[in-house]
């Protein structure tokens, strides 16, 4: 990668990353800047075209969580900087590959760069999905009692993980893979998944 590229990208766009809910700080995008690169390596891309896009992958949250995979895309496709090293259509992918990422799009990406970022997005450990689960309702839903965090947590995790779940992957990936599959076995556990879940909510609030 070219080294005034990263270090525009490590002190303008991953540091944004600081602003943003505890399932979505800098430790997050460095995940997905690292998956994306391992899951390229089996694909003919460009490298500093998939290190961008792991970059700016959430920065719409900085707009707001529900259109970010828009604004996301807009931003990037905007910023002036990146122009100095791509080309119009270079980030016309990149801008669609950020649109596509939304675990809940019911239609496949339309690059394959659009696929890695999703797949790297998706980073499917059981136990990292409840605790970013429990971050974001601490965020996003201040105002719940425990009980009603829990049930939350409980419900998205079956609406978007389970047999059912919206999210789909589209890559196969033997790691995510095997994570959903550790996921549908919890869930047929409700036991043991909402004492998961109660142990990272009570860690949460004893540290806020």
């Given at each position: ?26 430790n ?43 604004t ?30 939304r ?5 496949p990406?339309r ?29 996003h ?13 409980v ?6 993980y ?13 790691k ?33």
């Amino acid at each position: 990668m070219k080294a005034e590229l990263k270090i525009y990208l490590d002190q303008n766009i991953i540091s944004m990353y600081q602003e943003f809910d505890m399932a979505h700080q800098e430790n997050h995008v460095r995940k997905v800047i690292e998956q994306s690169l391992e899951i390229a390596q089996d694909y003919d891309v460009n490298l500093d075209m998939v290190y961008v896009i792991a970059c700016y992958h959430d920065i719409g949250m900085k707009f707001g969580r529900s259109d970010h995979h828009l604004t996301g895309g807009l931003f990037l496709y905007e910023d002036d900087e990146l122009k100095h090293w791509f080309n119009e259509g270079d980030r016309k992918i990149m801008r669609e590959a950020i649109e596509d990422h939304r675990a809940s799009k019911e239609e496949p990406p339309r690059t394959i760069y659009g696929k890695i970022i999703a797949e790297a997005d998706r980073d499917i450990n059981p136990d990292i999905i409840i605790l970013r689960t429990v971050q974001f309702g601490f965020k996003h839903y201040p105002n719940l009692s425990e009980e009603e965090h829990l049930q939350r947590s409980v419900n998205h995790i079956k609406e978007k993980y389970g047999p059912d779940g919206y999210l789909k992957l589209w890559l196969k990936t033997k790691k995510n893979q095997d994570g959903l599959n550790k996921l549908h076995a919890l869930i047929l556990e409700p036991d043991k998944l909402l004492s998961i879940i109660k142990a990272h909510y009570q860690n949460i609030k004893i540290n806020l």
